[in-house]
């Protein structure tokens, strides 16, 4: 009997010494358990304080520690407790500043965003184009109002009041005052040029223009265009057709031009400029109807009138002038099929202009 409780006491007191080891090596684990992983921090708690984890269960074990030994388990035990908790709380406040500084800085040593590059819109990029080739040979840029008076828009350009011309383009007046309106069109920085300039006059006046159209997939409102005009002592037509020649080599990249008689008020005589686009591909076909040949542009002569009205004299001085779409020329090189697209702002379309410069 005394034997058998000698046993069992010893059998108690060694399985008593081998869980205060436990604990004690558990105390130095948590001790020396690290992480920066959120994740970790909480598997670590688990692990050690969750309803099911190591001191819970040491917890069970105190009612079979002999009552002299209890005092000194539990004393173990809370030891580890506290040591785990406080652990987990200080892991926590370390991660949790991690995240304020992150707020504040973000993370110092991710890789950078990448830097969304926009691109031009179509219509600068042609006009930047028209506006380097003619630089090449001379021309300036210039610019005029877009709300204009009936002088430098119409009665300057040769098209007096109730010329019936001035109906080739629908206007948008301003209601108060019919003087005003908006340009119709570019030729209007012309007269303003010769008004403010000596020739010789090289000059190209790109900008928008406004004019009363319905909107269709050809025809839009507002839209833009580029003006050329060139005044110098015995400049002739031969000079204007070797300019035009030169700009379609440059802008399209071909060289074959024709001149059919047209009429515009402020040249004499006028023109509008076909250029022999082929008929190699279906595409070719249909924008050419089939002949081959497209019309890019008006030009002409400088009528002595509009030299006049400038206060340029025409007996000494002559020069040539042409107009053209922006987004007739832009269509032709980009194969847009409508005009709308180009203020649509989508930027499915805008985004294929990214690699043009
Ligand atoms: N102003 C004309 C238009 O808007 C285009 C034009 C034609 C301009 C002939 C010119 C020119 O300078 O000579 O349709």
């Avoid at 109730?162 to 007046?173: G, I, K, L």
């Amino acid at each position: 009997m005394i034997l058998n409780s000698l046993k069992k006491f010893k059998f108690v007191a060694s399985i008593f010494d081998k869980m205060l080891d436990r604990v004690k090596q558990l105390i130095g684990e948590v001790a020396s358990f690290k992480t920066t992983n959120t994740e970790e921090v909480e598997s670590f708690r688990i692990k050690y304080l969750g309803s099911k984890g190591i001191l819970k269960e040491l917890f069970s074990e105190f009612k079979n520690v002999d009552p002299a030994s209890r005092k000194e388990f539990g004393q173990a035990l809370n030891n580890l407790k506290k040591a785990a908790e406080e652990k987990v709380e200080a892991l926590n406040r370390v991660l949790e500043n991690a995240i304020e500084e992150k707020g504040i800085y973000g993370d110092l040593t991710r890789p950078s965003e990448p830097i969304e590059l926009g691109s031009r819109h179509p219509i600068s990029l042609v006009k930047n184009q028209i506006i380097e080739v003619f630089n090449r040979i001379g021309f300036t840029v210039s610019e005029g109002p877009e709300i204009e008076d009936d002088w430098h828009n119409f009665t300057a350009l040769n098209l007096p009041e109730y010329h019936p011309a001035r109906d080739m383009q629908d206007t948008f007046f301003i209601e108060q005052d019919p003087d005003i309106l908006l340009r119709t069109h570019t030729s209007s920085v012309q007269v303003r040029y010769m008004e403010n300039n000596e020739p010789p006059i090289r000059t190209i006046s790109p900008g928008r223009v406004f004019r009363n159209e319905d909107i269709s997939a050809r025809a839009h409102c507002i839209f833009h265009q580029v003006e050329g005009l060139y005044i110098d002592t015995d400049v002739s037509f031969a000079d204007l057709k070797q300019t035009l020649l030169y700009f379609t080599k440059e802008m399209f990249g071909k060289s074959k031009i024709r001149l059919r008689p047209s009429y515009f008020p402020f040249t004499e005589p006028s023109a509008e400029v076909d250029i022999y686009w082929g008929l190699e591909t279906e595409t070719d076909y249909r924008i050419t109807k089939g002949t081959g040949w497209l019309e890019i542009m008006g030009c002409g002569m400088v009528d002595p009138n509009v030299l006049k009205n400038a206060n340029i004299d025409p007996n000494k001085y002559s020069g040539y002038a042409f107009g053209m779409g922006i987004e007739r020329i832009a269509m032709l090189l980009y194969q847009i099929p409508d005009i709308r697209m180009f203020y649509e702002n989508d930027k499915r379309f805008l985004e294929q202009f990214k690699s043009v410069i």
